[in-house]
């Protein structure tokens, strides 16, 4: 194995859930999903160096409140990585942040990937594909995913992927809230919700596959949904108005992002993607809008 010497610099992409069909919780607390993931063009870039100790540091938007130690994730991919290995996870990471923190948009799962792809080729371990996805799953549920990128089913816990085409490019608005949501803590709310329900198995809808497959953005805002949002909006109900005010600017359709709490708005192009970042910038409802195109190409060392 030779460790390369020059820095390795790998961008990856946030992602939004077009579909998110949650199940029962599982006795080993998660819950089996259907999780459409969609990777869009907002990107953080995490650069491997080598150093004598494993070291993280950060700059961005919100970057105070992500943690600099061994319990960030792109530290943990460091470290499984060179264990798998056998070698010293002696490496600097430095993190360039530009997807929202605890935004429902797996920032830090996007790092963590990246920071295993950026291992990986620092270090030459020569790990197969399989093996980066293994330790990506071991990681987190949406880890494989930013790997991945484009487009993809997630069963299980959303770790097992399945490619889906995408026949066209989507515009989407995205409104940043303050502060962050706990993924955990929005599951827990689910859980709560739907108490003494029958919970159906969770299905990904052929409509909204046909869509996307279309590249049709409004059969695909027809189809949205995304089971966490009564447990994202139960939590923190003023999003209900940032919902309110994208659509009343003229989005296609509005939905909370994974367990949140960013919402997310499809637009039917890059000029109505202006105005309803500007209408959602002027309601006050939200803190940032960002806009970005999907499909985005998964984590890729530059
Ligand atoms: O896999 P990850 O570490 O990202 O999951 C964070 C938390 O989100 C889990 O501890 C669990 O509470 C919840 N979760 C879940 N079911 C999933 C994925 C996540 O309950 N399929």
Redesign the pocket.
């Known amino acids: 194995m030779t460790t390369i010497t020059t820095p390795i610099t790998v961008r990856v992409p946030a992602k939004v859930n077009v579909q998110l069909a949650?199940g029962a919780?599982?006795p080993d607390?998660?819950?089996?999903?259907a999780?459409v993931f969609l990777a869009v063009g907002l990107y953080d870039e995490v650069t491997a160096t080598p150093a004598d100790t494993l070291r993280i540091t950060a700059e961005g938007h919100d970057v105070d409140r992500i943690p600099l130690d061994r319990t960030n994730l792109a530290a943990r991919a460091a470290e499984l990585l060179a264990a798998r290995h056998g070698i010293e996870p002696h490496v600097h990471l430095h993190i360039r942040k530009d997807i929202p923190v605890a935004g429902g948009m797996a920032g830090?799962?996007a790092d963590a990937a990246a920071a295993l792809l950026a291992c990986d080729t620092l270090w030459s371990t020569g790990a197969s594909r399989d093996e980066l996805l293994d330790i990506c799953a071991e990681?987190?549920?949406?880890?494989p995913f930013s790997l991945v990128g484009g487009a993809a089913l997630g069963r299980?816990?959303?770790?097992l992927l399945t490619p889906l085409p995408v026949g066209g490019t989507f515009h989407w608005v995205f409104a940043v809230a303050d502060g962050g949501l706990s993924?955990?803590a929005?599951?827990?709310e689910?859980d709560r919700l739907t108490a003494g329900t029958e919970v159906p198995e969770p299905e990904a809808a052929p409509e909204l596959l046909a869509a996307l497959e279309a590249g049709d953005a409004t059969a695909l805002a027809a189809a949205l949904a995304n089971d966490l949002q009564p447990a994202a909006l139960s939590l923190r109900p003023s999003l209900t108005a940032t919902l309110e005010a994208g659509t009343a600017a003229g989005a296609l359709a509005a939905l909370v992002s994974g367990?949140g709490p960013t919402t997310a708005f499809l637009v039917k192009d890059a000029e109505s993607a202006g105005e309803v970042a500007a209408a959602l910038l002027a309601s006050g409802t939200c803190r940032q809008v960002r806009v970005a195109d999907s499909p985005a190409v998964g984590a890729r060392v530059l």
Request: proline share 4%.
């Open positions: 949650v919780a599982r607390g998660f819950h089996d999903l999780n830090g799962s990681l987190g549920s949406d880890v299980g816990r959303g770790e993924t955990p929005v599951y827990g689910f367990s």
